[in-house]
């Protein structure tokens, strides 16, 4: 059910004067999740939803598709000509200033721009100023409630335990057979996801050597794929509950195929690790302040750490992604390198923080995940921080 009273206080909260839902035919998906439409009612004609920051809601349907947004509150406008449609949305947006939209400035942001430029043009022409939804979109796509923070803490476990069993596997195969397949860790860990009662959308990463230098590589693929003595393995692996409304948990940890690591593989372990927890304690550092932090802080205090030792160009993705139902959700990312992330981290939300060096012969990335729950509390999940590389064949 559509949530009018709490929409309206988000608004006031952001200051806004209203939020102008817009969709096309199913192009405005985040707009559509907002307004209750199920994929099974794609009209093909132009519809929009006023919600102001008080008083009624506007509809504007077209005439063939008159009832398309009857099971929203308020008021309706019912248009058939083109002209009759920039009337009604002159008629929409009279007296407002502020109005959200899912659009984004030169499409700095692409998470969120949803909406058209012939669009954004006609609604501008009314005399708005059109402000950028993401925070808001938060608020109804990337908070958690209770129930899902423990849903979280039920896949946290599992996710955790499931690089012990990991290491293990790799560690009696090496012993037994002098190798393993990165494939049958990868299925090894699929089958204990089973096992826990978990699904994922896709398998996880299990990189050897300089498999581990790609941060999306699919494992199996490469052109040595087998697990040896004296191997490094970067493991990158996610799920939540098979259950409604679950939400993800997702981790990367690195091992060395030995009894001891070597230097080279620590050096480059303890500047992401530091990275790691100075994005962690930008966070708690916000929230402890009460001041407003958004995502390209978070990144950039992450990326100065491994600037300034040297690896920033070995740097090469955002410092993390928004987490929820999907395993890359749809609030704020961590990200100052592919976006000027603006949009806010909000209470009841999550993400990942995962720096990486990725070099040719191999690469190091160490994942955890935080969430910030509704009184602003700062909670990093993943285990206890992996401070150093597993040392696979340690007795």
């Known amino acids: 059910m559509f949530d009018l009273a709490r929409v309206q206080q988000a608004l006031k909260d952001f200051e806004l004067d209203g939020w102008l839902l817009y969709d096309f035919r199913g192009s405005n998906v985040l707009a559509r999740r907002v307004m209750k439409l199920s994929d099974d009612q794609m009209g093909s004609r132009r519809c929009a939803y006023f919600v102001p920051a008080s008083g009624e809601p506007t509809k504007l349907v077209h005439r063939i598709e008159s009832g398309a947004l009857d099971h929203l509150p308020g008021g309706k406008i019912v248009y058939l000509r083109w002209q009759e449609l920039e009337t009604g949305f002159a008629t929409m947006l009279e007296g407002s200033q502020r109005v959200a939209m899912e659009y ?44 899902q923070w423990e849903m979280h803490k039920t896949a946290e476990a599992c996710t955790t335990s499931a690089f012990d069993r990991a290491w293990a596997f790799i560690a009696e195969r090496v012993r037994s057979e002098g190798q393993v397949e990165e494939v049958a860790v990868q299925d090894e860990i699929m089958k204990h996801f089973g096992e826990h009662g978990m699904e994922t959308y896709h398998p996880p990463i ?47 940890r690195t091992g060395f195929v030995g009894a001891t690591v070597p230097d080279k593989y620590t050096e480059i372990f303890n500047i992401v690790a530091a990275a790691r927890d100075a994005a962690i304690d930008c966070v708690r550092a916000a929230f402890a302040e009460g001041r407003p932090l958004a995502g390209w802080e978070v990144d950039q205090a992450c990326r100065d750490v491994i600037d300034q030792a040297g690896y920033g160009e070995y740097f090469c993705h955002r410092t993390g992604h928004s987490i929820g139902q999907e395993v890359h959700g749809n609030g704020a990312n961590m990200d100052n390198l592919e976006t000027h992330e603006q949009r806010l981290v909000l209470p009841s939300t999550s993400f990942s923080i995962e720096p990486g060096i990725y070099m040719n012969e191999f690469g190091v990335r160490s994942e955890v995940d935080v969430f910030v729950d509704s009184e602003g509390t700062v909670h990093v999940t993943g285990g206890p921080l992996q401070t150093e590389i597993v040392a696979v064949l340690a007795e």
């Not at 006609?122 to 908070?143: N, W, Y």
């Not at 693929?221 to 098979?242: A, H, N, P, Y």
């Open 104 to 147: 984004s400035p030169r499409n700095a942001n692409p998470y969120i721009s949803r909406v058209d430029a012939g669009t954004i043009e006609l609604v501008k022409s009314k005399g708005v100023e059109i402000i950028p939804s993401g925070d808001l979109i938060q608020i109804f796509e990337a908070t958690w409630d209770n129930e």
């Open 206 to 252: 299990v990189a050897v050597g300089p498999h581990s230098g790609d941060p999306h590589y699919e494992t199996g693929t490469g052109t040595e794929t087998l697990i040896r003595e004296g191997d490094f393995v970067l493991i990158d692996l996610w799920c939540k509950q098979s259950k409604d409304r679950a939400v993800y948990s997702d981790l990367t």
